[in-house]
C-alpha cells in the first residue's frame, strides 16, 4: 500500500528539504572567518620571531645542556650551539624589526600587538634568561643558583618592559626604556664575552635594569633601521667566525661583544641630546614669540 504524505501531496516541502538551506547557510557563515581571527603578513613575520625564540631554546639545550649533564667530552659551552642559538635570536630581532615597518605599510590584525608581545616574550625574554641559567650550569667559575637570580631577573625584566609597554604611552620616536631585543643581544653579548662571574652578573643585572628603566631609546626608523639591520648581519658572520674556529673569531666576536654593550650605553644619550635640542629649540621660540 502506498502512503502519500498530506504536506508533500498539497505542494508543501518536508522537514528534510527546508533543513537543507540552512545547513548550506551555515556552512557559509563558517567560511567567513572573522576579521580578529585573520592573520595579516605582519603577524605571519612575528610568529616567526616566536619560532626563533623557541628553536634558541632548543639549541642552548640540546648543544650545551645535554652534553655537560650526560658527561661528553666537549667542556664549556659548545661553540657552534651556542653560536646557533644566538644567531636564531638575531633572525628573531629581524623578523620583530620588519613585522612593524610591515604592519605600517600594510594592513595590521586586530591580533597584532598581542601576537607581538607573547613572541616578544619567548625570544628576547625566555630564550636570553634561558641562556644565562645554562651558562651559570656550564662555566667553570660560576655559581649555579646565582645565575638562576640573574636569569629570573632578566626574564621578569622583560615582562615588567612589555607589561609596560601596552600600558604607558610615550612619545612618538622613542621607546621608555632599553627595547627587548636589543637587551635581550646585550644579555647574550655579555656572557659570550667570557668576563668573570661577578662582573658578568653585575652587567647583566644592569641591563635588565635598563629594560625597566626610564632612559628613552629611539626607535628604529629610517637610518636607524638600516643601521640595526647592518649590525645584526655583522654579528651574525661574527657567531659563524667564531664558531668555526676561524682565524680571529675569537678576537672579533669578543670586539663586536663589547661593541654591543657600548651601544647599549651610548645609544640613549642620543636620545637625551636630541631632546635636550628640543627643549632648547622651544625656549628659543617662547622667547622670539614674546619680543615685540
Not at 632548543?58 to 645535554?66: E, R, S, V
Amino acid at each position: 500500500m502506498t502512503v502519500i504524505d498530506p504536506d508533500t501531496q498539497a505542494g508543501k516541502t518536508s522537514p528534510a528539504t527546508d533543513w537543507v538551506p540552512e545547513v548550506d547557510e551555515a556552512e557559509d557563515d563558517a567560511e567567513e572567518m572573522p576579521l580578529s581571527l585573520r592573520l595579516s603578513i605582519a603577524d605571519t613575520l612575528t610568529l616567526g620571531n616566536a619560532t626563533c625564540g623557541f628553536m634558541a631554546v632548543y639549541f642552548t639545550t640540546t648543544g650545551i645542556l645535554i652534553p655537560h649533564l650526560t658527561g661528553s667530552q666537549e667542556t664549556g659551552m659548545a661553540r657552534h650551539s651556542a653560536a646557533t642559538a644566538v644567531i636564531l635570536m638575531l633572525c628573531a630581532a629581524i623578523f620583530d624589526l620588519f613585522d612593524g615597518l610591515v604592519a605600517r605599510k600594510l594592513r595590521s590584525s586586530p591580533m597584532g600587538a598581542e601576537l607581538d608581545n607573547l613572541s616578544d616574550l619567548i625570544s628576547f625574554g625566555l630564550a636570553p634568561a634561558y641562556f644565562v641559567l645554562v651558562y651559570g650550569m656550564v662555566a667553570n667559575d660560576a655559581h649555579q643558583r646565582v645565575a638562576a637570580v640573574g636569569a629570573i631577573v632578566v626574564l621578569l625584566a622583560v615582562v615588567l618592559r612589555l607589561a609596560r609597554f601596552s600600558c604607558v604611552t610615550v612619545k612618538d620616536g622613542t621607546f621608555q626604556g632599553m627595547p627587548s631585543p636589543f637587551g635581550a643581544l646585550t644579555v647574550v653579548s655579555i656572557v659570550l664575552l667570557e668576563l668573570p662571574f661577578e662582573a658578568t652578573l653585575l652587567a647583566i643585572l644592569g641591563t635588565a635594569w635598563l629594560m625597566v628603566s626610564r632612559v628613552e631609546y629611539p626607535k628604529p626608523r629610517g637610518v636607524l633601521a638600516v643601521a640595526m639591520l647592518s649590525w645584526i648581519v655583522l654579528s651574525m658572520g661574527l657567531l659563524a667566525a667564531w664558531a668555526f674556529a676561524a682565524p680571529g673569531g675569537q678576537f672579533l666576536l669578543q670586539a663586536g661583544c663589547a661593541l654591543q654593550l657600548v651601544m647599549g650605553a651610548v645609544i640613549p644619550l642620543f636620545a637625551t641630546a636630541r631632546r635636550v635640542n628640543n627643549f632648547r629649540d622651544n625656549r628659543r621660540e617662547a622667547r622670539a614669540a614674546q619680543l615685540p
